[in-house]
C-alpha cells in the first residue's frame, strides 16, 4: 500500500527522431507532462502506461515496445501536497498521436530549448534534462 499523499504513476518519454519530447496537458489544467497515469492494484507498471497511451492518445504500444528508465518522485503537479512516485518508460515513436479522452493540448517540444509553457515538476525537474542532447566538447 502506498503512503497517504502519495500518487504512484507511470509516464513516458515519447521521444521523435528529430529529439522533439512530447508532452500533455489534460483538460481544466495549466500544466504540461508526460503522458501516462495512475498504476491501479495488481497493474503492471508497463500494462499501466500502455493502457493510459491508448486512452490518453489513441496510441496502441506493447509493454515490450518501453525501455524502463527509472523511478523518480517529486511534487504532483495538479495535486498539491502530495507526491509522484513515477516509473518513468521511454519510446521512440515515427507515427503521429492525436489527443484523447482528459487531454487536451499535446505539445512536442525541443528539450535542450528554452520552454515557456508551464511544466509539471517531474517534467522540468528530472525527465526533460533525460532527453536532453549531450553538450560537444
Known amino acids: 500500500m502506498n503512503p497517504q499523499g502519495v500518487i504512484r504513476i507511470a509516464a513516458a518519454l515519447i521521444r521523435r527522431a528529430d529529439g522533439r519530447t512530447l508532452l500533455v496537458r489534460k483538460y481544466n489544467t495549466a500544466t504540461f507532462m508526460q ?22 492518445l489513441s496510441l496502441q504500444l506493447a509493454p515490450d515496445e518501453l525501455t524502463y528508465v527509472g523511478r523518480f518522485t517529486a511534487p504532483a503537479a495538479n495535486e498539491p501536497g502530495r507526491l ?17 479522452a482528459e487531454i487536451e493540448e499535446i505539445l512536442w517540444v525541443d528539450p535542450d530549448a528554452v520552454i515557456s509553457v508551464d511544466l509539471a515538476p517531474l517534467t522540468r525537474d528530472k525527465l526533460l534534462p533525460l532527453c536532453a542532447r549531450p553538450a560537444e566538447k
Open 35 to 56: 503522458p501516462g497515469g495512475k498504476i491501479e492494484a495488481a497493474e503492471e507498471p508497463a500494462a499501466a502506461l500502455c493502457r493510459e497511451l491508448s486512452e490518453e
Open 84 to 100: 509522484v512516485d513515477a516509473e518513468i518508460f521511454s519510446v521512440e515513436l515515427c507515427r503521429p498521436v492525436k489527443p484523447a
